[in-house]
């Protein structure tokens, strides 16, 4: 009898049952589509030893003109720039005290340092250099005390708790503490400078003020956070290149700008304090440099007639090729929009022809128009949402985004994108954590992923994706705090939340651990039947297809797994009946010229899976032996 070839429908469909959707797929897991096949996705590897402090929720990639390659790097606590994996620390400072104005005071036997100083304006976390301070007296030495602290506990308005550690020891090293001694009674001198970074964000999002409000251990059990959290929404970073310089904006807060020539030794220094010129913005959600006009951008920001009174839904740009001119005036093109709809902006995304505004409720097209306007804005389409301020990207003069129950593309017009795994992916949303859910581009494999946290997860542990080449969808079970294609670097980087950043698409591993681990990877078909599922069938035999193409390992091997049941609704269970079993598994190695079996059902289910190291995979048609076998 002649063989059948088993040829699915490319692309994962959970929008109708399983055995409606017969030809196609059901399920997957790091899994994409090529050409219409199945394949095991790339692996990943660390970038570099070092890690950064916090959770990053933002990447930007540019070069110098010296043609240094730098990646800015935003967490909850720090912004950072990489360079050939070194973390370099630019978080800006809020406060430098007077020298004397901190104190020291330690107990023997305890690494808690108190210390005081008035009006210190910290929370928990937030990071501390001193500088100038003497010797308690004893182990707690001024080279122990003139390095950056991490605070532990906010007492009150004026004091607060770090712990000690060896002198010289890197922030981001795991902590040993120092235990002072019976002579360290000083209070550390009268020259004690203190210089205070910007507070730290939340590394999730809190939702209200009471019970069970703020990060766990943020207070007692059972009672209402008490700590002073300047925010309850979760850190996020804008950033974008003013040439080789480099601005940044902390969603809510002030915009800041680094001076490439100053170093990765300097710090980014508010906008403010590089011009007396009036009506600076100090407060923004996000920010922007258009490619071709050279304004920056300012949306939800403070109005130039209410200085630091924010307003979500206003826009400002600076004049042309400044990042200090921001008053409105006839002699340049800075200027001021307000947006009608909505209630706050959530992002904007540049496209080559526009600026694309997106509120909760409305999508905007920004353009330059020139002088004496220099902007406009166009309501494009109402009733659209989206999921976070960091769920929609450009890809040519296309933007894609994740809204709220749908996803949407904007080719000229706003349409949604057509999901067989809509129902799959919203149902399980972690509705509190919204916020975390981040784009990416893999232009690679043209490919859009949305990382996103499941119904289980605080943290992003998921992902779909959509080809928008060939038009497909699939998921999986992995997540990426931020995300940036390739271009400037070889292949693509992205965040964990373990605070390092890896280079996909490189080997075939798990990189995560040191040695690699395997990537779990398989892709499941729907039931197929012969006919309409009235009658048995047996299956004796099948003819794999599996390219292994550039695999490393010795051996390269997947599993094949073939399950069959009697009904729709019956299950697939590993039973032996009259000499037939319900499910059999075969390896398949490069030479496989052909699999046994001996299965008897109505419906069959395919399933291709790998767990071994150096092991890629694309599976093709597979031929099998399937012959009626009578309707009892």
């Given at each position: 009898?002649?063989?059948?070839?088993?040829?699915?429908?490319?692309?994962?469909?959970?929008?109708?049952?399983?055995?409606?959707?017969?030809?196609?797929?059901?399920?997957?897991?790091?899994?994409?589509?090529?050409?219409?096949?199945?394949?095991?996705?790339?692996?990943?590897?660390?970038?570099?030893?070092?890690?950064?402090?916090?959770?990053?929720?933002?990447?930007?990639?540019?070069?110098?003109?010296?043609?240094?390659?730098?990646?800015?790097?935003?967490?909850?606590?720090?912004?950072?720039?990489?360079?050939?994996?070194?973390?370099?620390?630019?978080?800006?400072?809020?406060?430098?005290?007077?020298?004397?104005?901190?104190?020291?005071?330690?107990?023997?036997?305890?690494?808690?340092?108190?210390?005081?100083?008035?009006?210190?304006?910290?929370?928990?976390?937030?990071?501390?250099?001193?500088?100038?301070?003497?010797?308690?007296?004893?182990?707690?030495?001024?080279?122990?005390?003139?390095?950056?602290?991490?605070?532990?506990?906010?007492?009150?308005?004026?004091?607060?708790?770090?712990?000690?550690?060896?002198?010289?020891?890197?922030?981001?090293?795991?902590?040993?503490?120092?235990?002072?001694?019976?002579?360290?009674?000083?209070?550390?001198?009268?020259?004690?400078?203190?210089?205070?970074?910007?507070?730290?964000?939340?590394?999730?999002?809190?939702?209200?003020?009471?019970?069970?409000?703020?990060?766990?251990?943020?207070?007692?059990?059972?009672?209402?956070?008490?700590?002073?959290?300047?925010?309850?929404?979760?850190?996020?970073?804008?950033?974008?290149?003013?040439?080789?310089?480099?601005?940044?904006?902390?969603?809510?807060?002030?915009?800041?700008?680094?001076?490439?020539?100053?170093?990765?030794?300097?710090?980014?220094?508010?906008?403010?304090?590089?011009?007396?010129?009036?009506?600076?913005?100090?407060?923004?959600?996000?920010?922007?440099?258009?490619?071709?006009?050279?304004?920056?951008?300012?949306?939800?920001?403070?109005?130039?007639?209410?200085?630091?009174?924010?307003?979500?839904?206003?826009?400002?740009?600076?004049?042309?090729?400044?990042?200090?001119?921001?008053?409105?005036?006839?002699?340049?093109?800075?200027?001021?929009?307000?947006?009608?709809?909505?209630?706050?902006?959530?992002?904007?995304?540049?496209?080559?022809?526009?600026?694309?505004?997106?509120?909760?409720?409305?999508?905007?097209?920004?353009?330059?128009?020139?002088?004496?306007?220099?902007?406009?804005?166009?309501?494009?389409?109402?009733?659209?949402?989206?999921?976070?301020?960091?769920?929609?990207?450009?890809?040519?003069?296309?933007?894609?985004?994740?809204?709220?129950?749908?996803?949407?593309?904007?080719?000229?017009?706003?349409?949604?994108?057509?999901?067989?795994?809509?129902?799959?992916?919203?149902?399980?949303?972690?509705?509190?954590?919204?916020?975390?859910?981040?784009?990416?581009?893999?232009?690679?494999?043209?490919?859009?992923?949305?990382?996103?946290?499941?119904?289980?997860?605080?943290?992003?542990?998921?992902?779909?994706?959509?080809?928008?080449?060939?038009?497909?969808?699939?998921?999986?079970?992995?997540?990426?705090?931020?995300?940036?294609?390739?271009?400037?670097?070889?292949?693509?980087?992205?965040?964990?939340?373990?605070?390092?950043?890896?280079?996909?698409?490189?080997?075939?591993?798990?990189?995560?651990t040191n040695p690699a681990s395997a990537i779990n990877a398989y892709i499941q078909s729907s039931p197929v039947d012969i006919g309409d599922g009235e009658e048995f069938m047996f299956i004796r035999k099948m003819i794999p297809d599996v390219d292994f193409k550039n695999s490393t390992a010795i051996l390269?091997?997947?599993?094949?797994?073939?399950?069959?049941?009697?009904?729709?609704?019956?299950?697939?269970?590993?039973?032996?009946?009259?000499?037939?079993?319900?499910?059999?598994?075969?390896?398949?190695?490069?030479?496989?010229?052909?699999?046994?079996?001996?299965?008897?059902?109505?419906?069959?289910?395919?399933?291709?899976?790998?767990?071994?190291?150096?092991?890629?995979?694309?599976?093709?048609?597979?031929?099998?032996?399937?012959?009626?076998?009578?309707?009892?």
């Open positions: 009898m002649p063989l059948s070839k088993l040829q699915f429908k490319p692309g994962v469909n959970r929008e109708v049952t399983a055995y409606t959707n017969e030809g196609g797929w059901f399920d997957s897991d790091q899994v994409r589509f090529s050409k219409g096949y199945p394949e095991k996705i790339g692996g990943w590897q660390k970038r570099g030893t070092d890690n950064y402090l916090g959770t990053c929720r933002a990447l930007h990639p540019w070069v110098a003109l010296d043609r240094d390659q730098y990646m800015g790097v935003g967490t909850n606590f720090k912004y950072y720039i990489d360079r050939g994996g070194e973390y370099n620390d630019i978080t800006p400072l809020r406060l430098t005290t007077a020298a004397g104005d901190v104190t020291f005071a330690a107990t023997n036997g305890s690494s808690t340092l108190v210390v005081t100083d008035t009006a210190h304006g910290s929370v928990v976390n937030d990071f501390v250099t001193y500088s100038g301070a003497a010797s308690l007296g004893g182990v707690i030495t001024a080279g122990v005390l003139n390095q950056e602290y991490q605070i532990t506990l906010v007492v009150n308005a004026n004091s607060y708790h770090v712990t000690a550690r060896a002198a010289d020891t890197p922030i981001n090293d795991p902590l040993v503490p120092l235990l002072a001694n019976g002579s360290d009674s000083g209070s550390g001198g009268s020259s004690t400078v203190g210089k205070y970074q910007i507070n730290v964000g939340l590394d999730t999002t809190v939702r209200s003020s009471g019970w069970g409000a703020g990060t766990w251990a943020r207070g007692t059990w059972g009672s209402a956070s008490t700590d002073d959290i300047v925010s309850n929404t979760l850190r996020l970073w804008s950033h974008d290149n003013f040439g080789e310089d480099l601005l940044i904006n902390v969603r809510d807060g002030g915009i800041y700008y680094w001076d490439e020539t100053g170093g990765l030794g300097a710090r980014a220094v508010d906008i403010t304090s590089l011009s007396t010129l009036p009506s600076i913005p100090t407060v923004a959600k996000q920010i922007l440099v258009s490619d071709r006009d050279r304004h920056v951008i300012a949306f939800g920001c403070d109005p130039e007639s209410t200085p630091g009174v924010q307003d979500p839904l206003t826009i400002r740009f600076s004049s042309q090729e400044s990042i200090t001119d921001w008053a409105t005036k006839a002699t340049n093109t800075a200027g001021e929009l307000r947006l009608g709809s909505g209630s706050e902006i959530v992002t904007a995304v540049e496209t080559r022809q526009q600026v694309l505004v997106m509120t909760d409720t409305t999508l905007y097209a920004m353009q330059y128009l020139g002088p004496p306007f220099t902007f406009g804005v166009t309501a494009i389409s109402e009733n659209i949402t989206i999921a976070s301020p960091n769920a929609a990207i450009a890809v040519d003069d296309n933007v894609f985004w994740m809204g709220r129950s749908e996803f949407y593309i904007y080719s000229g017009t706003v349409q949604r994108l057509p999901c067989m795994v809509r129902d799959y992916v919203f149902s399980d949303l972690n509705e509190n954590q919204l916020e975390k859910i981040n784009v990416a581009l893999n232009t690679q494999h043209s490919e859009i992923w949305w990382f996103y946290p499941s119904n289980n997860s605080e943290e992003v542990n998921k992902y779909v994706v959509y080809n928008y080449l060939e038009q497909v969808w699939y998921y999986g079970t992995f997540g990426r705090t931020a995300w940036v294609d390739r271009g400037i670097f070889d292949f693509p980087i992205a965040a964990n939340d373990d605070g390092f950043l890896y280079e996909h698409e490189l080997g075939f591993d798990d990189g995560t390269p091997e997947t599993n094949i797994t073939l399950d069959v049941k009697n009904a729709p609704d019956g299950t697939y269970i590993s039973s032996q009946t009259d000499a037939f079993v319900k499910t059999q598994s075969a390896a398949v190695g490069a030479r496989t010229e052909q699999l046994h079996f001996r299965l008897r059902g109505r419906q069959m289910r395919f399933k291709i899976s790998s767990d071994e190291l150096e092991v890629t995979w694309r599976l093709g048609s597979p031929r099998v032996d399937i012959r009626p076998d009578g309707r009892r």
